[in-house]
């Protein structure tokens, strides 16, 4: 490459370099920094110690008032046995022997406040986020009820929810050890 050619590649490069670095100084500035408030709403996670578990609670007994009300049988099936969305009870141990085991709630979900964090973001599937705290304690403890994993009057809130011992906890491997 001549002289000429590289004083003229750099000329080039410098040209186009500072038009960028003045277009990008011109770039309209869309939006604004979103205050706390504004994210709580949004700010719905729950910790498998509870933490983020709103007031509330539910029985089975209620719960089995919300299935029915939602239509939750469509998907789930009568008293979550299965349905086109999977079953939300049932299924054995699991164990290494088994190559495609029956992943259900009873059986592999380690920790009791997943079901209420799921339920509560994304059930009734065509309204979500639509039930009430109240409502999704109740669902989540009929749902641990047909499980066996609750007695039939236990009462679900954010001091027992977390309390509960999931048949799999010690069976389940994190991939984020450190925020459990």
């Known amino acids: 490459m001549s002289m000429r050619d590289r004083l003229a590649f750099a000329a080039a490069l410098a040209l186009g370099v500072g038009v960028g670095v003045g277009l990008a100084a011109d770039a309209p500035r869309f939006g604004q920094p979103?205050?706390?408030a504004d994210l709580a709403p949004w700010d719905v996670s729950i910790?498998?110690?509870g933490a983020g578990l709103p007031p509330g609670s539910g029985?089975?007994?209620q719960g089995a008032e919300v299935y029915a009300k939602f239509a939750c049988?469509?998907?789930h099936g009568e008293k979550g046995a299965g349905g086109p969305a999977g079953p939300l009870v049932g299924g054995g141990p699991l164990n290494s022997t088994d190559r495609d085991p029956a992943k259900l709630i009873g059986n592999y979900w380690p920790y009791a406040t997943t079901i209420f964090d799921f339920t509560r973001r994304a059930m009734p599937w065509q309204q979500p986020k639509t039930l009430t705290d109240d409502e999704v304690y109740a669902v989540t403890a009929y749902i641990l009820a047909l499980n066996k994993i609750i007695g039939e009057s236990d009462v679900m809130n954010a001091?027992?929810?977390p309390k509960v011992r999931?048949?799999?906890r010690d069976g389940f491997i994190s991939k984020y050890p450190e925020k459990h």
Do not use: E, K, V, W
């Open 59 to 61: 029985t089975p007994a």
């Open 34 to 36: 979103i205050s706390p």
């Open 159 to 161: 001091q027992t929810l």
């Open 47 to 49: 910790g498998p110690d």
């Open 166 to 168: 999931m048949p799999n």
């Open 73 to 75: 049988a469509l998907c």
